[in-house]
């Protein structure tokens, strides 16, 4: 069974540019995660997407935002990047929204911005 | 809020030794998941472990324990007969009623030969 996967691995953007991220899912997971890992706050949590909804969101501002496809796909977007958004974002699956499910990550897109 | 502590921000072990990972957390919440994730160096964050909190058992997998005090609130993680590949960046997560996981700092493993 093929792993979590996201697109594109590495990017480059300018600040005031907008970016938008893919993840997809291991087959027949719903729920997608999206997480934030950068050197000085660590891995944050953005937001969870189930069946085409946002069902739990961190404490980020709105320029972050996301979606979910019917086919369980997810992108996140950023917009008005600013320098503070370098960083690794993660994608991870599960079967479903329930705290006991195990989340396979993906490898990651390292947005850099200057 | 709820908030996970890693004080050891580094950690070295000798090959073949066992070593122990520290994590204590902070919730008013009875009932909620503890994880344990590693992430080698340039690759995949991979679940090590998982603690259900109403078990009074600690999880085991092969050479991985934890130490479960919920009155502490502590959760650490024990690796036994540690390998090369066990090096890695060591991250201790909390995930409770709102879904969301929260994850300390991390702590970085060396296993020296």
């Known amino acids: 069974k093929a792993g979590v996967t996201q697109t594109p691995r590495y990017l480059i953007k300018t600040r005031g540019q907008q970016v938008t991220l893919s993840c997809s899912p291991i087959?027949?997971?719903?729920?997608v995660s999206w997480y934030q890992q950068t050197p000085g706050q660590g891995l944050q949590f953005l937001f969870e997407?189930?069946?085409?909804?946002?069902?739990n969101k961190g404490n980020f501002p709105g320029r972050f935002s996301g979606r979910q496809f019917s086919n369980s796909r997810s992108e996140m977007n950023v917009s008005t990047l600013e320098l503070g958004d370098s960083a690794l974002y993660l994608c991870a699956s599960s079967l479903a929204v329930a705290s006991s499910n195990e989340q396979f990550f993906g490898p990651g897109t390292r947005l850099t911005v200057l | 809020a709820q908030t996970v502590t890693q004080s050891q921000p580094e950690m070295s072990v000798q090959e073949a030794e066992t070593v122990t990972l520290s994590c204590t957390y902070d919730t008013s919440e009875s009932d909620y998941y503890l994880f344990w994730y590693k992430q080698p160096p340039s690759r995949q964050m991979i679940l090590v472990i998982r603690q259900e909190a109403y078990k009074q058992q600690n999880a085991t997998e092969n050479r991985f324990s934890v130490n479960f005090q919920k009155a502490a609130k502590s959760f650490s993680l024990k690796i036994s007969d540690s390998q090369l590949g066990d090096a890695a960046m060591y991250f201790c997560?909390?995930?409770?009623?709102?879904?969301?996981?929260?994850f300390g700092a991390g702590t970085r493993l060396t296993v020296k030969p």
């Open positions: 997560a909390y995930r409770g009623n709102n879904n969301d996981m929260r």
């Open positions: 087959s027949g997971h719903r729920s």
């Open positions: 997407y189930f069946s085409e909804t946002q069902r």
